[in-house]
């Protein structure tokens, strides 16, 4: 249940802020798209999809992603 994050294309996608979504995140990479997170709560909840060579990268400063 709830609302989702798709990300397609190319253009990366920062997330910065905490986010509370909870129907999971799709990234459809289309071979260079990706997603940036920076805060422990960006990913909202749910599952993370990456399909077609997307890119997930994390920035936290040693921080654990709060993904649950």
Do not use: M, Q
């Not at 999971?24 to 940036?36: D, E, K």
């Not at 909840?45 to 649950?68: M, Q, R, S, V």
């Amino acid at each position: 249940g709830g609302f989702s994050l798709s990300k397609n294309g190319i253009i990366a996608l920062t997330l910065n802020g905490n986010n509370t979504y909870s129907g999971g995140t799709i990234l459809n990479g289309n071979s260079f798209g990706r997603i940036l997170v920076t805060n422990p709560s960006g990913l909202g909840t749910g599952a993370i999809n990456i399909n077609n060579g997307g890119i997930l990268g994390i920035n936290l400063n040693n921080t654990a992603l709060l993904n649950t």
